[in-house]
């Protein structure tokens, strides 16, 4: 079974330019994540989606980032413009969503690392 | 913060010792997850603790949970240095479903 699978893996620009990660989760995962991992720090997230609603998104800074899971499968995440603060790994996850005993496992993808100049 | 704290954040140990990293954290939780990091790649899910469950092991991993303390440890028994990695606690706050990262404890296995 394929894993979550994210493009680009690397991608350097530089500030003020747009750029775009795709993700395609695991099939059958409805609920779908966008976590920002700076160095040496732990992912923070910035978007939750089950299936196409966005139903977390409290920490996805609006002004630049968008995010969108337009039939509920793959899910596409947006910076315009970049910041140079920018620069981090940006990972993509899928799960099977609520268990009852709360968030279930997350699978994660090998991420996509952006550099801003 | 909910998000789970580490520690000690980074370790070197000899092959064949063993690892412990403890974890606490500030709110009531579901479960508790651990997650192992190789370097530039993505996270793998090790081990899931439910609130009500004191201790699971999985293969070489032991996990434990106090809720009175806030507070969750991974052991690695006789480390391999494939086990070199960064491993992370994730709690699911109670009422949240937001599974929060900690900061990470970078473990190095000596060969």
């Known amino acids: 079974e394929a894993g979550v699978v994210q493009s680009p893996r690397y991608k350097i620009i530089e500030k003020k330019q747009p750029v775009a990660f795709w993700c395609n989760p695991i099939?059958?995962?409805?609920?779908l994540y966008w976590y920002l991992q700076n160095l040496g720090q732990g992912p923070e997230l910035l978007i939750r989606?089950?299936?196409?609603?966005?139903?977390?998104d409290s920490q996805l800074p609006k002004d630049r980032f968008s995010a969108e899971r337009l039939k509920g499968v793959d899910s596409t995440l947006k910076i315009q413009p970049a910041e140079l603060g920018d620069s981090a790994v940006y990972l993509c996850?899928?799960?099977?969503?609520?268990?009852?005993?709360?968030?279930?496992?997350?699978?994660f993808g090998e991420g996509s690392r952006l550099t801003v100049l | 913060s909910q998000q789970g704290e580490e520690d000690p954040q980074a370790l070197s140990i000899q092959e064949g010792e063993n690892a412990t990293m403890n974890c606490s954290y500030k709110?009531?939780?579901?479960?508790l997850q651990w997650y192992r990091q190789n370097s530039g790649r993505g996270l793998v899910h090790l081990i899931l603790?439910?609130?009500?469950?004191r201790e699971k092991h999985s293969g070489r991993l032991r996990v434990t949970l106090d809720t009175s303390k806030k507070s969750s440890s991974l052991l690695i028994t006789a480390s391999r240095a494939a086990d070199t990695a960064s491993y992370f606690c994730?709690?699911?706050?109670?009422?949240?479903?937001?599974?929060?990262f900690g900061k990470g404890n970078q473990v190095v296995v000596i060969p």
């Open positions: 996850a899928s799960s099977l969503g609520l268990t009852p005993g709360g968030t279930g496992e997350l699978f």
């Open positions: 099939s059958g995962h409805n609920t």
């Open positions: 989606y089950e299936n196409e609603e966005a139903v977390d």
């Open positions: 709110t009531s939780i579901n479960n």
């Open positions: 603790i439910r609130s009500n469950e």
């Open positions: 994730a709690t699911d706050a109670y009422g949240n479903n937001r599974l929060a």
